[in-house]
């Protein structure tokens, strides 16, 4: 088993994270650091069109320019049979399974469910950055994606509904968007300075 860290610019433990990995059985960890990964002069990225267009794209330029660049680093390096995504990012697993696709990859990826704390919030590494009242509001974001889901199933509109459920937070975006086929509703809002995307996945009846 490889699990691969994050770079600078994101929330970072690695002492916690190499005991949460210890803990799981994990063989190797992979935790190089941006200097290792876009060393002086790096030149190359990765540019997928179709999934990456639009939603975390409008807000996050470039993002899944750098998301694609460095997971076909990791790929390139590890060789993993198997790559594991969360259902949270539901927009970045669309653009992984393209680039896995498009470029001929051998590569399997599994997508997991989407893990909540016992108050129903998704566990993420932004969540320490809550304040408690940030964290009572965010129950907001799992509350919409409920509401959302049952009007869907009900016929209705998932959006509405799901933005109705959303006072209190910094709404940048609620929609059903297309992930590979299967109508998703998608959210992104700030709480507190924070920001936190959030989607669950939709089916009638």
Not at 66 to 88: D, N, Y
Not at 180 to 198: H, K
Request: hydrophobic content about 45%.
């Amino acid at each position: 088993v490889v699990i691969t860290g994050t770079l600078a610019t994101l929330t970072r433990d690695e002492a916690r994270d190499a005991r949460t990995a210890a803990g799981a059985g994990v063989d190797y960890l992979f935790a190089p650091d941006a200097g290792e990964m876009y060393p002086e002069g790096y030149a190359t990225w990765i540019e997928v069109a179709g999934p990456a267009r639009g939603l975390e794209s409008d807000f996050r330029p470039g993002h899944f320019r750098g998301v694609a660049t460095v997971c076909l680093k990791l790929f390139s390096i590890v060789r993993p049979q198997v790559a594991v995504f969360g259902q949270k990012d539901a927009q970045q697993v669309a653009v992984i399974r393209r680039l896995v696709r498009d470029l001929d990859l051998e590569l399997t990826l599994a997508v997991v469910p989407t893990v909540r704390d016992a108050d129903g919030l998704a566990l993420s590494s932004r969540n320490v950055r809550l304040s408690p009242a940030d964290r009572a509001r965010a129950l907001a974001i799992p509350r919409a994606l409920q509401a959302g889901a049952a009007a869907y199933r009900a016929g209705g509109d998932a959006a509405g509904a799901a933005r109705a459920e959303l006072a209190g937070v910094e709404v940048e975006y609620v929609t059903v968007a297309d992930f590979d086929g299967r109508p998703t509703l998608a959210i992104a809002a700030r709480v507190g300075g924070t920001r936190l995307i959030e989607n669950a996945p939709l089916a009638r009846g």
